[in-house]
């Protein structure tokens, strides 16, 4: 199993940038698909992106996409959210989730190990 913490969320303005990252415990992390959910007020859980195992292949919510990119350095057992050109509908909470599975996957159900989330607010 891997264990998941997020970082750097906080309260920023429309057009500023922060880097999230999820820190993982475990011995799985580097063969783990590792993906970012967020969750608005009164909103269902929705995908932002995913990475594979080796980093070599992401995926993007199309509301994302152009804007956020993921990452991922296994030497540190991390996994990284960076968010750019932020807007106000970015306010969310942020999971990071990982899955033993190699298929990218925009579907919270393929994930078995989340994180507590972190707060993103975005001001107007």
């Known amino acids: 199993q891997v264990q998941l913490v997020e970082s750097g969320g906080g309260l920023v303005q429309a057009g500023d940038s922060l880097r999230l990252s999820c820190a993982a415990s475990?011995?799985?992390?580097?063969?783990?698909?590792m993906g970012w959910f967020r969750q608005a007020p009164g909103k269902e859980r929705d995908f932002v992106a995913v990475?594979?195992?080796?980093?070599?292949?992401?995926d993007y919510a199309d509301s994302v996409k152009g804007r956020f990119t993921i990452s991922r350095d296994n030497a540190k057992s991390t996994a990284y959210l960076q968010m750019n050109s932020l807007k106000p509908e970015d306010t969310a909470v942020y999971y990071c989730?990982?899955?033993?599975?190699?298929?990218?996957?925009?579907?919270?159900?393929?994930?078995?190990?989340w994180g507590q989330g972190t707060q993103v607010t975005v001001s107007s």
């Open positions: 989730a990982a899955s033993q599975t190699s298929a990218l996957t925009r579907v919270d159900v393929g994930y078995d190990q």
């Open positions: 475990g011995r799985t992390f580097s063969r783990s698909t």
């Open positions: 990475i594979s195992w080796r980093g070599g292949i992401a």
